[in-house]
């Protein structure tokens, strides 16, 4: 099943911890079904895999609202346990799905980056520094999301190919 764009903004779950879920849904059942909207998962795609992974028959619900992309937020922002560095790229991704790259319009207003960043409590900074990664290296971006580097690594490693000053340039914007 594909993913909703908005449901990308969140990190995937480390192979270790999809593991444990995969386990755990095999054992218990799956206790929240996964939702649905516009034929894509929305929220769940972990517990997806988990299912796929386990044999258990995933269970879909469909999102009844006009607001996803609070909804999805409201959803994760407390159920992470995310490093500032995951953080600020939620936040970039929040605010490019905002800013209505995709067909379907009836996205919400976001607030602004820095209402995104003070609810998920990391630096303007950080946003910033991510922002200028993704553009300098999209590569370093995906690593930065994943968890395999911090902010700091990426700068160093992209600053080691001769292309730091890309950032510096972009994070003076």
Do not use: W
Not at 116 to 123: M, Q, T
């Amino acid at each position: 099943m594909e993913f909703h764009p908005i449901a990308n903004i969140f990190p995937m779950m480390s192979d270790e911890e999809l593991s444990e879920l995969a386990e755990s849904i095999e054992s218990n059942g799956l206790r929240v079904p996964i939702l649905l909207h516009e034929g894509k998962i929305l929220d769940g795609r972990n517990r997806y895999q988990a299912c796929e992974s386990s044999g258990v028959k995933p269970e879909y619900t469909e999102y009844g609202g006009n607001d996803p992309l609070s909804h999805v937020l409201g959803l994760n922002l407390h159920r992470r346990h995310l490093i500032s560095g995951r953080k600020a790229i939620v936040v970039a991704d929040a605010q490019t799905v905002g800013s209505g790259i995709f067909k379907n319009r009836n996205i919400a207003v976001l607030p602004t980056q820095e209402g995104l960043a003070k609810a998920l409590n990391v630096l303007s900074t950080y946003v910033r520094e991510v922002k200028g990664i993704k553009r300098a290296s999209p590569d370093h971006y995906e690593q930065i999301k994943s968890g395999e580097l911090t902010i700091q690594q990426a700068k160093r490693e992209i600053g080691a190919d001769g292309t730091n000053h890309i950032i510096q340039l972009d994070l003076s914007k």
